[in-house]
């Protein structure tokens, strides 16, 4: 008898895995798509990694490693935290795993008992809420639209906060909007989150380095909850290497060592190689990655120009990331031939089926009024792509 756990039933399918795969299908059909719905830098990874890779591969990094990652990589967690951070860690409290999504389930399945809530604001990164699930914890979720820049404000989470309340999660620069937490705003989260001494802070921070706005600011910084605040990080987006899996924690030492004994039974250690590759990204510093944003920013210029030109479409200027995260329910109610636009998962499917341009609706993130779109991709293919998109409203009637 073909039967999967009840477990599996209540979860969803990754969004942004669907619709990058739709994409690949018609791809390999013979059309000429354009991908804007992966959350990934189009950039190679950097020389100086790759050749550290290769040094490990031939100094025999081909064993198995401690559960929690070698010392050596711990120790450049420690001191990037320090560096670019002002956050004090000892090694023992960071933990390395299969990449950042590996490194949050982690932790949930660490501190979440059945019944346990995690509240968590919207748009949300798609995968946030059914991690909670999977931990048998209630999601619990805020809403915050456009007219707030998509962040949750302190009386929001006051107001949300109950006797059940066991974490909280959020990332900051933020997918799938861009938008990104002042001092002031976490400063004032944190003032809210000092009062309910059993919630655990987890702070996505993974496009850290993809900010426009200035310096990358963490919760964590603040002495009254630090101690409860779990920083989950990795390569992936600010070093471009997505595909090497090295996401890392930084956290109190309790759960460090949860995650770890968890770990233990699931996975053991991350790629001996790949932590290799992620130690010289880390003690190289982030010169690299400024290189990368600078290019991002101006295809963020770029992506907004253009999409202001288009009717019924409404915006903010996202601060770091490469996503924007346009408000599109001006169209739902709309057609154009066999096509009936009742909400954003139907309006992704339209604009894929007749201008093949992917992106994802917002209802994976918990904003259905809107479509995420990644500007990952070279200003040519971009221009092509907004062109097409525009096509493919001005239709709709």
């Known amino acids: 008898m073909e039967k999967v756990s009840e477990r599996l039933n209540r979860m969803s399918v990754s969004a942004t895995l669907a619709m990058t795969q739709k994409s690949r299908e018609l791809k390999a059909q013979g059309y000429d798509v354009i991908n804007l719905s992966i959350g990934e830098p189009d950039f190679d990874t950097p020389e100086h990694v790759k050749e550290a890779a290769k040094r490990a591969i031939d100094e025999n990094y081909t064993h198995y490693p401690p559960v929690p990652g070698y010392e050596s990589l711990k120790k450049a967690i420690v001191n990037k935290f320090k560096r670019e951070n002002n956050l004090e860690f000892d090694e023992n409290q960071i933990v390395v795993s299969s990449g950042a999504k590996h490194s949050i389930i982690n932790v949930f399945l660490a501190i979440i008992d059945p019944g346990d809530e995690v509240i968590i604001p919207a748009p949300y990164w798609v995968s946030y809420p059914d991690m909670v699930g999977l931990a048998e914890g209630v999601p619990v979720v805020i809403k915050c639209g456009i007219e707030s820049d998509f962040k949750m404000t302190a009386k929001q989470l006051e107001q949300h906060i109950t006797p059940k309340t066991r974490a909280i999660i959020y990332s900051s620069p933020s997918n799938p909007t861009g938008m990104l937490y002042s001092k002031d705003e976490l400063e004032a989260l944190a003032k809210v989150i000092e009062k309910h001494p059993n919630i655990i802070v987890i702070s996505d921070e993974i496009y850290e380095h993809i900010n426009f706005s200035g310096k990358h600011q963490s919760i964590a910084q603040f002495d009254a909850i630090k101690d409860r605040v779990v920083v989950v990080n990795g390569v992936s987006k600010g070093y471009a290497m997505t595909g090497w899996r090295i996401g890392y924690i930084g956290g109190p030492l309790w759960i460090a060592k949860a995650v770890t004994k968890l770990q233990g039974q699931f996975t053991s250690g ?27 920013k101006k295809r963020r210029d ?35 031939e066999n096509y009936t636009i009742k909400d954003s998962g139907d309006l992704a499917l339209y604009i894929l089926e007749t201008e093949f341009v992917a992106s994802v609706g917002g209802h994976a993130f918990g904003s259905p009024e809107c479509l995420r779109f990644s500007y990952a991709t070279s200003d040519d293919m971009l221009i092509e792509a907004i062109s097409r998109i525009k096509r493919a409203l001005s239709k709709l009637k």
């Open 270 to 296: 991350a790629c001996t190689i790949a932590q290799k590759a992620a130690e010289a990204a880390l003690n190289a510093g982030s010169d690299s990655c400024k290189e990368m944003t600078a290019i991002f």
């Open 302 to 336: 770029l992506v907004m120009g253009l999409f202001k030109e288009i009717n019924g479409i409404k915006m903010n200027e996202p601060q770091g990331a490469f996503y924007v995260f346009p408000e599109v329910s001006s169209f739902y109610g709309k057609s154009f």
